[in-house]
């Protein structure tokens, strides 16, 4: 379970400021009327996981559930105590105009900024390479899980480590993960054979975004095979003495 860093909370402030603001509507609103059971439990619950979230990212797909749903039922409570009917004029207009707008703003905003900055194309780079190297329905270990998308759509004729979430793997085979998760945390070390048989490839792939991973290989003496813009690929096989075009 990975922690999270600093602009990757940065990038998710909003679901972090979420709470404190529900806390803050939920106190404005208990000292005029009593409020919901379940309004409660998901104010808590969302309180719970944000905290969460603070610790290991992957407490972020539960963080987002618990924003809308409590968000609705805050509303629900709102139009429940008569406030937006209540109002008049220019301020009637503001209670329901402003909210709705932050609503739209953020449903269009955040999947623009994901396209542009998250986006990933597939890896036709490495695909080019493999082609001319690697035998079609040979195994390739994407090491990280989450690449499975850009590799399979760009080389489809290949095997990988992972398509899935890691925790299929895990329940597949929790002692072969386990080892490949330490290693790949700089927990253990491993020589590139032995990584060879914890993943069952040869040829192991790492993604240009995560190049500290890439570092740690090649000052480990793992054979650099392949580097463009999709990222590296090794030989876990090959002798460190041998040139790229050897391979």
């Given at each position: 379970l990975q922690s999270p860093n600093l602009p990757w909370l940065l990038r998710n402030g909003v679901l972090l400021v979420a709470w404190p603001l529900h806390l803050a509507m939920t106190w404005w609103l208990a000292r005029h009327r009593a409020l919901a059971r379940e309004t409660w439990?998901?104010?808590?619950?969302?309180?719970?996981?944000?905290?969460?979230?603070?610790?290991?990212?992957?407490?972020?797909?539960?963080?987002?559930?618990?924003?809308i749903l409590t968000a609705a039922l805050l509303?629900?409570?709102?139009?429940a105590a008569g406030?937006?009917?209540?109002l008049s004029g220019v301020r009637r207009y503001m209670a329901w105009a402003v909210p709705?707008?932050?609503?739209?703003?953020?449903?269009?905003?955040?999947?623009?900024?994901?396209?542009?900055?998250?986006?990933?194309?597939?890896?036709?780079?490495?695909?080019?390479?493999?082609?001319?190297?690697?035998?079609?329905?040979?195994?390739?270990?994407?090491?990280?899980?989450?690449?499975?998308?850009?590799?399979?759509?760009?080389?489809?004729?290949?095997?990988?480590?992972?398509?899935?979430?890691?925790m299929f793997s895990v329940a597949q085979d929790p002692a072969r993960?386990?080892?490949?998760?330490?290693?790949?945390k700089g927990r253990v070390a491993l020589s590139p054979s032995e990584l060879s048989q914890v993943v069952e490839a040869r040829i192991a792939f790492v993604p240009a975004r995560v190049s500290s991973l890439a570092r740690g290989l090649v000052q480990q003496g793992f054979v650099l095979v392949w580097e463009g813009a999709d990222g590296w690929a090794f030989d876990l096989l090959a002798q460190p003495s041998m040139s790229r075009e050897e391979q």
């Open positions: 439990l998901c104010l808590g619950m969302q309180g719970i996981v944000t905290v969460g979230m603070l610790f290991v990212q992957r407490t972020i797909e539960y963080v987002s559930p618990f924003v509303c629900r409570e709102w139009l406030y937006g009917w209540r709705v707008g932050v609503v739209v703003a953020l449903l269009a905003l955040v999947p623009h900024w994901h396209l542009r900055h998250l986006w990933r194309m597939p890896y036709t780079g490495f695909a080019s390479w493999a082609r001319e190297h690697i035998p079609p329905g040979a195994p390739i270990a994407n090491l990280i899980w989450a690449d499975f998308p850009m590799l399979w759509y760009a080389a489809p004729e290949y095997r990988y480590l992972m398509g899935l979430d890691p993960m386990e080892r490949l998760g330490a290693f790949l």
